[in-house]
């Protein structure tokens, strides 16, 4: 019983990482900024941990010449969905920048185990996938469309709103990448937590690059100290590691399929909550009925796909 509200807490987690990284952003007024901090804070977390446990830290040389080339860039295709996430949260709300990513992940998931990539074992789509992914779409539409037809919402949504959702889908394509990903290096370095380490590690060295040398704008850390800073716009980055670190104790205890609809259902709960009452700064987007149904659909479909499928 504890490790199944386990993977419901770290789901729980997730909306709660993005609304803190995103008004970390405001504060220093850039995203790529928050996302650094974030990694950073991850990195420094998850190295902690393992000297805690008398885990690698470094790599050596042989094994890097073993690794596949593609196998050490989970640290890119992490700080390229983090920071959409970012961006996407504002614009979006709590739920959807969690519905459209799952949506682009669930996706993902079935053409990454349909052709093998990433030297995942081959699992080509069956009947009860194919239905699954279909009352996932459904749901999706229930979420995200149902609402606003014939109702002033839907002249009142922005009409770039859809670019912001199929970023969201894409980048759902991407966190699912990255698993397969550091899936690969995980088993290569006989490490998920060691995966982690230099996954966070890659994107926290690409992100002060792309703050240090081309925005110049580190000193802009110092805008988030200070009175009026919330303390809790700092906590992103554990909560990243954490939720990497519950999947690898998680995983091999119930199962990849168990821990992906848990931790689903602990991310619905959460964003409901963030989006109904505005928490963590985030504006305020009461929920409706039709939306309920519609996140209980979308769950009956991650289900047929990840745990019956």
């Known amino acids: 019983m504890v490790t199944f509200s386990l993977a419901v807490l770290i789901g729980v987690f997730l909306p709660v990482q993005t609304a803190a990284n995103s008004k970390l952003r405001i504060f220093v007024k850039s995203p790529y900024l928050s996302s650094m901090i ?20 470094l790599i050596s040389s042989h094994l890097m010449a073993a ?12 700080v390229i969905g983090l920071t959409a996430n970012i961006l996407l949260f504002p614009v979006l709300g709590s739920v959807q920048t969690v519905i459209m990513p799952i949506l682009g992940q669930v996706l993902m998931s079935l053409l990454i185990d349909n052709f093998g990539w990433f030297n995942v074992a081959q699992k080509p789509l069956d009947l009860l996938k ?3 992914a279909l009352v996932l779409i459904v749901g999706v539409i229930l979420i995200v469309v149902v609402p606003t037809l ?3 919402n839907a002249q009142s949504q922005p009409k770039s709103l859809w670019i912001w959702q199929i970023v ?3 980048a759902g394509m991407l966190v699912a990448s990255q698993s397969a990903i550091n899936g690969e290096l995980g088993i290569a370095l006989q490490s998920s937590m060691h995966a982690a380490l230099i996954s ?17 704008r580190l000193t802009d ?13 700092w906590i992103g980055g554990f909560l990243g590691a954490f939720f990497v670190f519950g999947n690898a104790y998680l995983v091999p205890i119930i199962g990849t399929g168990a821990v992906v609809v848990l931790a689903l259902l602990g991310q619905m709960i959460s964003s409901l909550v963030v989006d109904q009452f505005g928490l963590l700064g985030a504006t305020v987007k009461k929920i409706v009925p039709i939306q309920i149904v519609g996140i209980i659909v979308l769950f009956v479909g991650v289900a047929l796909i990840d745990l019956i499928g």
């Open 168 to 170: 969201g889908v894409i």
């Open 150 to 152: 014939g109702t002033n």
């Open 130 to 132: 194919i239905v699954g």
């Open 38 to 57: 974030s990694f950073f804070i991850a990195t420094a977390f998850l190295i902690l941990t393992s000297l805690l446990t008398h885990s690698a830290i």
């Open 200 to 216: 966070f590690a890659v994107g926290s060295i690409i992100l002060l690059i792309i703050v240090g040398l081309f925005q110049r």
């Open 67 to 78: 690794v596949p080339w593609w196998a050490w860039l989970g640290g890119v295709v992490g």
């Open 221 to 233: 850390i110092k805008l988030a100290f200070g009175q009026g800073k919330p303390w809790w716009i």
